[in-house]
């Protein structure tokens, strides 16, 4: 009886690996269910999804275009529900949001925010801490690379 319950248990191990190995025959990433509508590619959590694949950001940090995105982003349109520091406002303060989030992924959720947050696993998460779903706040590629280095710098000097 007992050799029997050995031998369930190790079939059942080798089950178990076997339908790993099965997984990454099938190519499929961490996130390997999240496909688009359209059935692929999979999403990919660190772009996001929109227009942007890459952002060039120089080296250090561009004070002209961080203060841009400070007055010319940052106070009218994002201060009324993002902090600086690491408290909750609305939604989630911005302070360590550049190391939590790829630049990328940063660019494409303000301009695509309505569809990144139909997909994307964590900014969902953060739906449900939040309570509140961010609106689309019609970004110019501009606005959203100049916010993005007020961020950046918010990240480094304080
Ligand atoms: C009405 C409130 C509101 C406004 C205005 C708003 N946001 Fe948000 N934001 C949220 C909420 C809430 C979340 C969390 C995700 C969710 O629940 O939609 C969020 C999430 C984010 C995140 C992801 C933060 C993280 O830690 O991952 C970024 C980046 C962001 N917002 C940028 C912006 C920018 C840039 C602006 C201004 C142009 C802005 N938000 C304006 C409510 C807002």
């Given at each position: 009886?007992r050799?029997?319950?050995?031998?369930?248990?190790?079939?059942?191990?080798?089950?178990?690996?076997?339908?790993?190995?099965?997984?990454?025959?099938?190519?499929?990433?961490?996130?390997?269910?999240?496909f688009?509508?359209?059935?692929?590619?999979?999403?990919?959590?660190?772009?996001?999804?929109?227009?942007?694949?890459?952002?060039?950001?120089?080296?250090?940090?561009?004070?002209?275009?961080?203060?841009a995105?400070?007055t010319?982003?940052?106070?009218?349109?994002?201060?009324?529900?993002?902090?600086?520091?690491?408290?909750?406002?609305?939604?989630?303060?911005?302070?360590?949001?550049?190391?939590?989030?790829?630049?990328?992924?940063?660019?494409?959720?303000?301009?695509?925010?309505?569809e990144?947050?139909?997909?994307?696993?964590?900014?969902?998460?953060?739906?449900?801490i939040?309570?509140?779903?961010m609106?689309?706040?019609?970004?110019?590629?501009?606005?959203?690379?100049?916010?993005?280095?007020?961020?950046?710098?918010?990240?480094?000097?304080?």
């Amino acid at each position: 009886m007992r050799k029997y319950f050995v031998i369930t248990g190790l079939v059942m191990i080798i089950y178990a690996c076997g339908s790993q190995t099965q997984n990454k025959d099938n190519g499929s990433t961490p996130a390997g269910d999240l496909f688009n509508e359209k059935g692929n590619p999979p999403y990919d959590p660190n772009r996001g999804e929109g227009k942007f694949t890459t952002v060039d950001l120089g080296a250090g940090i561009n004070n002209e275009i961080a203060e841009a995105g400070m007055t010319r982003v940052y106070d009218i349109k994002c201060s009324a529900c993002h902090k600086l520091t690491d408290e909750k406002l609305v939604g989630p303060g911005w302070k360590g949001v550049t190391t939590r989030r790829h630049p990328v992924w940063i660019m494409n959720f303000v301009t695509n925010t309505d569809e990144m947050l139909n997909k994307d696993p964590i900014a969902q998460s953060q739906l449900e801490i939040c309570l509140v779903r961010m609106p689309n706040q019609n970004l110019s590629d501009e606005d959203a690379r100049n916010v993005l280095e007020f961020m950046r710098k918010n990240d480094r000097v304080k």
